[in-house]
Nanobody, 116 residues
Framework: QVQLVESGGGLVQPGGSLRLSCAAS????????MSWYRQGPGKEREFVAG????????NYADSVKGRFTISRDNAKNTVELQMNSLKHEDTAVYYC?????????WGQGTQVTVSS
């Protein structure tokens, strides 16, 4: 009964900011590596950012380094993605993912559209 629910997507102008949130339940969140993926139109799903169970180790795709920040709150079972300096190429459906028993579990996704 793993459940991941993303929120916070929307329409923003280039250079703008958006904050995504993922609420998790159905597993031991505090022991689980969490990540964000995205899939743009006509593209494959790609890794965006990941964070270890304690938040100590963080990974970013080269395309978002310096612009996006991933964080987590184990007391609230949430993981967030702060997105700044957004570009047109950031337009995609963003998915929250939990790695559990060697498998990615996905949320339903939230649409982020960057357009002027």
């Amino acid at each position: 009964q793993v459940q991941l629910v993303e929120s916070g997507g929307g329409l923003v102008q280039p250079g703008g900011s958006l904050r995504l949130s993922c609420a998790a339940s159905g597993f031991t969140f505090g022991s689980t590596y969490m990540s964000w993926y995205r899939q743009g139109p006509g593209k494959e799903r790609e890794f965006v950012a990941g964070i270890s169970n304690t938040g100590r180790n963080i990974n970013y795709a080269d395309s978002v380094k310096g612009r996006f920040t991933i964080s987590r709150d184990n007391a609230k079972n949430t993981v967030e993605l702060q997105m700044n300096s957004l570009k047109h190429e950031d337009t995609a459906v963003y998915y929250c993912a939990a790695v559990r028993l060697g498998t990615n579990y996905w949320g339903q996704g939230t649409q982020v559209t960057v357009s002027s």
